[in-house]
């Protein structure tokens, strides 16, 4: 577990370097576009707006899932979606893409997965508070149970640290790694809660689909925003999600500290 505690030490001990790096770097990013940092909000909009029409205008014909207007349905799973998937397609390739710019300075490199999450969170706190917003005009306002979105954005982020560096350093050294996330990242999402109600389906089909911990999460945050259930009244599940989240973690600590001397080699 030494090596766990190692990459978990050197973010804590980088906190403002990751904060710092994360702001320059989107702040960059649109220096040159009119709408500016605004397309962090435009761009999942769009997105949104498409998968409304096909799904919910389209297939759907605008019928609500128990009771829940679809479009807010839709929403609230397509937004920590839009998130995850951009930050897992990037994140994966955080290393290769600056590792030969960083290695010959003292840098810690288990922190390039971070600032990708981090970054990309600018435009996801916002999103999550606009879809708040669409709830309270729809009329739905869960009360405490909206307290527990706190709790599904820790299991979000941890989630995320875990995987995308266990990818990152996967992708440094097979580069056909990043070629089967995207394509993966891509349909996976077919398979989660969010442009279809799974719970329609059979139950061992549900079951299997649950083995996937964005399905934990995914489904958070439609209990924290539209109410009706805690996290800890599923506490197998609960256990299940912390159990494959701590394993992840554990296997991508031990990869990048065996292999992260070796990096530029794999260039």
Not at 92 to 112: Q, T
Not at 154 to 179: E, G, H, K, P
Request: charged share 10%.
């Amino acid at each position: 577990m030494n090596f766990t505690g190692q990459v978990l030490k050197e973010q804590f001990l980088h906190l403002n370097l990751i904060f710092r790096l994360s702001l320059y770097e989107e702040k960059g990013k649109y220096t040159m576009h009119y709408f500016g940092a605004l397309w962090q909000i435009l761009n999942p909009f769009i997105q949104i707006g498409v998968y409304w029409l096909i799904f919910g205008l389209g297939i759907r014909k605008g019928t609500p899932v128990d009771g829940t207007p679809f479009f807010l349905w839709l929403i609230i799973g397509l937004v920590p979606w839009l998130y995850i998937s951009r930050t897992i397609i990037q994140g994966s390739n955080s290393i290769f893409a600056k590792v030969n710019l960083v290695s010959k300075m003292h840098f810690p490199v288990s922190v390039l997965p971070t600032i990708r999450i981090i970054g990309n969170s600018i435009s996801l706190i916002p999103m999550i508070m606009i879809t708040i917003g669409i709830s309270i005009y729809y009329g739905i306002f869960s009360g405490a149970y909206l307290f527990q979105l706190i709790y599904y954005l820790i299991c979000l982020y941890f989630f995320l640290f875990a995987i995308t560096l266990l990818l990152a350093t996967l992708t440094t050294i097979i580069r056909d790694v990043q070629m089967m996330v995207q394509s993966i990242v891509r349909l996976i999402m077919f398979f989660l809660p969010i442009v279809w109600n799974v719970h329609n389906f059979p139950e061992v089909f549900v079951n299997i689909l649950k083995l996937n911990p964005l399905f934990y999460i995914i489904e958070g945050f439609r209990y924290s925003i539209l109410g009706g259930r805690w996290f800890f009244e599923d506490l197998p599940y609960t256990i299940y999600f912390w159990s494959m989240s701590i394993l992840i973690l554990t296997v991508g600590s031990f990869l990048h500290i065996k292999f992260r001397n070796k990096f530029v080699d794999y260039l």
